[in-house]
Structures are given as structure tokens and as C-alpha cells.
């Protein structure tokens, strides 16, 4: 069956059932899982002379950015290890979270990506988009959702 499932996760509540699912799942048929989160990547936006006063430094930023990413996978490690699962983390900052998630999947060899959606619908749901949906849309890793 499945042998390496990647979990992306925000921190969110609704990310935390993914990592309960995705977890269950591994332990019951003997697979490893690696939890994944994709913080934004630093930008600077500026306009013809305008520079923003209150930017904060690159490094500044990545540091943050390392610490609130290490802080959110810290679920995924705690569940796993109270599950008995074999668990590795991964972080990386995108612009696009899900062509990072499934960069990800590819780059660390998962069979399967086990995540959330809010199950936005209608007009909401494509004016707002969905990270979900659009790696299941692009992925050629089998995708289990989790509401």
C-alpha cells in the first residue's frame, strides 16, 4: 500500500485532523510520514521611490519564518511519535503553497499526500481558491482530503 505519506499542514485546527488522518493511516499500514509547510516567501514590494520605513530585514524575516515553521511541524512530530510512526519534517517558503507541496511530495519520494480543506464552495471558493484543489488538480501523487 502506501510508504511515505506527506502531511502539509498551516497550524490551523483543521490541518491538525489531516495529521491525525495521516497518521492513523501510516501506522496502519506500516508507512513513514513527513509533515511539510510552506511559509511565504519574502518579498518586498516596492513602488517607483517608495520605499516601505517598517520592512523587516531577510534575515529577520527567515528566522521567524524558521521558528513559526518549526513550532507548527512540532504537531506532526508529537503525533507521530505518540503513534509510533516514523516522522521527518521539511519546510520550505513559496509564493504558492501548492506547487510547493507537490515539489515537495516529488522531491521526498511520498506515495501519497494526506491534507485539508475547508471546503469552500461556489463563488467563495473560487475567488478565495484552494490550495487543496489545485494539487489535486495538479498532482500526479494520489491526494486523500480530510474536512
Known amino acids: 500500500m502506501y510508504k511515505h505519506i506527506l502531511i502539509p499542514v498551516d497550524g490551523t ?5 489531516a495529521i491525525r ?10 508507512a513513514k510520514v ?4 510552506s511559509p511565504p ?22 528566522e521567524r519564518a524558521d521558528a513559526n515553521a518549526e513550532k507548527i511541524l512540532a504537531a ?10 516514523p516522522c521527518a519534517t521539511y519546510h520550505t517558503a513559496s509564493r504558492m503553497p501548492w506547487e510547493a507541496i507537490i515539489e515537495a ?7 501519497l499526500i494526506v491534507m485539508a480543506s475547508h471546503g469552500r464552495k461556489g463563488l ?21 482530503v480530510c474536512r
Open 13 to 17: 485546527p483543521l490541518s491538525k485532523k
Open 21 to 30: 488522518e495521516g497518521i492513523r493511516l501510516a501506522k496502519s499500514c506500516g
Open 34 to 37: 513527513t509533515g511539510f509547510f
Open 41 to 62: 516567501e519574502y518579498e518586498v514590494l516596492i513602488y517607483g521611490e517608495y520605499f516601505p520605513p517598517d520592512l523587516m530585514p531577510r534575515e529577520e524575516y527567515e
Open 76 to 85: 506532526v512530530r508529537k503525533e507521530a511519535d505518540a503513534a509510533g510512526v
Open 105 to 111: 511530495a516529488r522531491k521526498k519520494r511520498c506515495d
Open 124 to 144: 467563495t471558493g473560487v475567488l478565495l481558491g484552494s490550495e487543496t484543489t489545485k494539487v489535486l488538480t495538479h498532482s500526479k501523487i494520489p491526494v486523500l
